[in-house]
């Protein structure tokens, strides 16, 4: 650790401010136990938040486990004096919609909590701006937030095909700006995620950003009009 409270995560990097953000530090230890995301993952999403209400929108994650990045999410909007809402979406039965672009996932794993823990946590941290959507996202929930735009959507489900969905829902309804956070980018045990996020680069209007904290950041940079024929199927 360095003389101004920085430890160093590579060689010639020692810039660590999580470590002197006092805010976060309460914040993470509250959610520590809620959430398998590693502190730096966290970090990334406590900022994001801030760049996030820069823009018109509310906060979507789906894939929510036990609640600890929601909610520390929330408490960054909170703190910030943000009228967004967000929104946390799960099953709270485990992961759904395992395929063959899987490497490991099959279906049913992290079922290990529910709506009632994540909204427990919420309410011990005093967070009025959460609000669960219970069932697979978006097929069972996304009527009930339809007409809302998001500003920064935490992607967290594990799998491609859910993944994809969510993507596809979400990204019309994001404003130019908008932040889509991939977590699980190039876990081994996540090989659908890498696959989805790779492709995705490719497509225009996006800027795309890997990192090597397990994350992956996309930026939507332009409306880009649907081709002729889907606005026909639409």
């Not at 966290?42 to 036990?66: H, M, N, S, Y």
């Not at 876990?187 to 996006?206: H, K, W, Y």
Request: aromatic share 8%; proline share 4%; glycine share 10%.
């Amino acid at each position: 650790m360095s003389e101004l409270g920085y430890e160093k995560s590579y060689p010639n990097a020692t810039y660590a401010p999580w470590l002197v953000d006092p805010d976060f530090q309460t914040t993470l230890a509250q959610v520590a136990h809620n959430t398998m995301v590693d502190h730096l993952r966290c970090f990334e999403l406590w900022q994001l938040v801030e760049q996030a209400t820069k823009l018109p929108g509310d906060i979507i994650e789906v894939g929510v486990w036990r609640g600890g990045t929601g909610c520390l999410m929330a408490r960054r909007a909170q703190l910030l004096g943000s009228p967004a809402k967000v929104f946390l979406c799960d099953t709270f039965a485990g992961v759904v919609k395992a395929g063959g672009k899987d490497s490991i996932y099959v279906g049913g794993e992290h079922a290990d909590t529910s709506a009632e823990i994540v909204q427990g946590l919420a309410n011990m941290m005093g967070l009025a701006n959460v609000e669960l959507l219970t069932g697979i996202f978006p097929d069972d929930t996304a009527g009930r937030v339809a007409d809302r735009q998001f500003s920064l959507c935490h992607i967290d489900v594990d799998v491609y095909d859910s993944a994809r969905d969510v993507l596809e829902w979400v990204w019309p309804r994001m404003p130019v700006g908008g932040i889509v956070v991939y977590d699980d980018y190039g876990f081994d045990t996540c090989s659908g995620i890498t696959r989805l996020v790779n492709e995705r680069m490719a497509q225009p209007g996006t800027v795309a950003l890997h990192n090597l904290n397990g994350h992956a950041v996309i930026v939507k940079t332009a409306e880009v009009a649907k081709p002729w024929w889907k606005r026909l199927l639409a």
